[in-house]
């Protein structure tokens, strides 16, 4: 399973960027779809995430201004990021969990740089 993030960039505070990230390869199912960032000298953590069912998970700080969804159809995941703040500057990465041949693997697309300006 390969993952294709894109949509990072530079942009204003208050701003809005659109984050996708396309699964492809053979033979598998999608059970959770994430965006996880990581800031400058910090940790990794979880942004948001969308089950199959189509229930999701958000970071506190992000609730409100992020949403995340997904195109089952086109095995994408999307993060629409509005109001954007110098904080929400990160690497953001996609994850997708799926199960394939009757196993569940975890998979991490390449990373796409947001940059909010004050």
């Known amino acids: 399973v390969q993952l294709q993030a894109s949509g990072g960039g530079l942009v204003q505070a208050g701003g809005s960027l659109r984050l996708s990230c396309a699964a492809s390869?053979?033979?598998?199912?999608?059970?959770?779809m994430g965006w996880y960032r990581q800031p400058p000298g910090k940790q990794r953590e979880l942004v948001a995430r969308?089950?199959?069912?189509?229930?999701?998970n958000y970071l506190n700080s992000v609730k409100g201004r992020f949403t995340i969804s997904r195109d089952n159809a086109k095995n994408t995941v999307y993060l629409q990021m509005n109001s954007l703040k110098p904080e929400d500057t990160a690497v953001y990465y996609c994850?997708?969990?799926?199960?394939?041949?009757?196993?569940?693997?975890?998979?991490w697309g390449q990373g796409t740089l947001v940059t909010v300006s004050s």
């Open positions: 994850s997708v969990q799926v199960t394939k041949d009757g196993a569940r693997y975890d998979y």
């Open positions: 390869g053979s033979s598998f199912s999608i059970n959770v």
């Open positions: 969308i089950f199959g069912v189509g229930s999701t």
